[in-house]
């Protein structure tokens, strides 16, 4: 039996890199999964690996789209009406930013702020609704980023978008309380993905070279989650 046996849980940003991870992670510990994706096109080939992986029933595929209400909300009830209920959100979904403060437009700062902010929000929203409606008792896992305390050197929208997701930790961990809810934030550091191999080696560098003897990690941290919504974590919540 796995730690997260029986539950059931709703990955964003699942069908690639640090999500992916964490999907196969709750399916070995016994979790049935809602995959989410941009497009159906990536979420067909994630289920589709998975399937060649042995995950079969108990994963599904989601692609709402995470700035709207009314699309999460659907979706969300869908992975209800397909497993039973909703335990776990993993708000994972990101986008990365390296465009130059002189360089950038409003509405390239705004796509950022959109997909990493205003993304989590929404579907943690959603989650909470059908969480407290089948009696209280749940978990939101927010992936944050090392930079969101100590900044990058360029592409300033992505760690502000990360310093506000560690504020709706904070405050969401304190307002869900009340319902058994906990919520907590992983901040990743350098870690392999294909997002963070396309960035420049004049942004990663620095911040290779500001960790003491640690070299970039493979998607290790995915771990957390499971044991973030896991009975062995009854008292963590609003931790960083």
Do not use: W
């Amino acid at each position: 039996m796995g730690i997260v046996d029986g539950k059931v849980a709703v990955v964003t940003g699942g069908t690639r890199g640090i999500g992916y991870t964490i999907v196969k992670h709750f399916l070995d510990q016994g979790a049935k999964v809602a995959l989410c994706g941009s497009k159906q096109e990536t979420v067909d080939k994630a289920l589709a690996k998975l399937a060649e992986e042995g995950f079969h029933d108990n994963v599904m595929g989601i692609c709402p789209k995470l700035t709207d209400a009314d699309s999460v909300q659907a979706a969300f009830q869908s992975v209800v009406d397909r497993f039973g209920r909703l335990d776990v959100l993993c708000n994972n979904a990101g986008v990365s930013s390296r465009t130059a403060l002189v360089d950038y437009t409003t509405e390239e700062f705004e796509s950022v702020i959109d997909i990493n902010v205003i993304a989590p929000f929404v579907c943690s929203q959603a989650a909470a609704r059908i969480m407290i409606e089948q009696g209280g008792h749940g978990s939101i896992i927010n992936t944050s980023s090392m930079v969101g305390k100590y900044g990058q050197p360029s592409g300033s929208a992505y760690p502000t978008s990360k310093f506000a997701v560690n504020g709706l930790t904070l405050s969401l961990a304190r307002e869900l309380a009340k319902y058994d809810i906990r919520v907590n934030a992983v901040a990743p550091g350098v870690t392999h993905t294909d997002m963070v191999d396309a960035l420049p080696e004049s942004m990663i560098k620095p911040l290779i070279e500001s960790i003491p003897l640690i070299q970039p990690l493979e998607c290790c941290l995915c771990v957390y989650p499971c044991f973030a919504c896991s009975g062995a974590d009854f008292f963590v919540t609003e931790l960083l």
